[in-house]
């Protein structure tokens, strides 16, 4: 069956802009996670959705972080006013349930270059 | 939060063992999971330990010590198309979150 699936895979965007990253999570999955990749390191939590309702955005960096869920299944990941340290690969991952201990299945993450 | 923290880089031969560590914070523990992730792709799931002891798949096992706040992910007859980044992450009690350690990098030599 399809995995999580996530678009665009690379955005380069100048500083300033705004950008959406998109994550298709594996079908009928509950749990959505949005994480943040920087090169070299072990990608940190941002967000945490159950069905359409956002549980926990403690990870979010700053305000201009924004991310929704409206009917339960695709999540759109926002980010205003791109900064030079938004540069990193942002990942999605969605589990079955509503548990803890679920497996958590990655996409393959977007690329993002802010110049 | 958990502190999680694995070594940063390995190097092992082709057809031999290489054990990797994972050292963790045990208050709040809940659970342990590794993840294989090559460059510029999706982590993807090894396996998951809750209770002590060695669960074994394939050439891949894991170990996990809950006093000790330590785990293990072991490679046998290595390949080199193991060579990735492993990473080591906890789930925390009540938190559906996983938190990270930096991945160690196994590269896979002849």
């Known amino acids: 069956g399809a995995g999580v699936s996530q678009s665009p895979r690379y955005k380069v965007a100048k500083r300033g802009q705004d950008v959406a990253l998109r994550c298709d999570p594996i079908s009928g999955h509950v749990s959505l996670f949005w994480y943040q990749q920087a090169l070299g390191q072990g990608p940190e939590f941002l967000t945490y959705?159950?069905?359409?309702?956002?549980?926990?955005k403690s990870g979010l960096p700053s305000d201009r972080f924004f991310a929704e869920r409206p009917e339960g299944s695709v999540s759109t990941l926002k980010i205003q006013r791109t900064q030079q340290e938004d540069s990193a690969v942002y990942l999605c991952a969605s589990s079955s349930s509503g548990q803890s201990t679920d497996t958590q299945y990655f996409g393959p993450g977007t690329r993002l270059t802010v110049l | 939060g958990q502190n999680i923290d694995q070594p940063t880089e390995m190097t092992a031969t082709e057809g031999a063992i290489v054990q990797i560590n994972c050292t963790y914070q045990?208050?709040?523990?809940?659970?342990l999971f590794w993840y294989q992730q090559h460059a510029g792709e999706a982590p993807t799931f090894l396996s998951y330990n809750v209770l002590d002891g060695l669960e074994e798949k394939g050439r891949f096992s894991s170990f996990l010590s809950r006093s000790k706040g330590y785990s293990y992910l072991l490679l046998k007859e290595l390949q080199m198309k193991d060579s990735a980044s492993y990473l080591c992450a906890g789930t925390g009690a009540g938190s559906y979150q996983l938190t990270f350690g930096k991945g160690t990098k196994l590269s896979v030599i002849p």
């Open positions: 045990t208050s709040g523990f809940n659970g």
């Open positions: 959705f159950q069905n359409e309702a956002q549980l926990d």
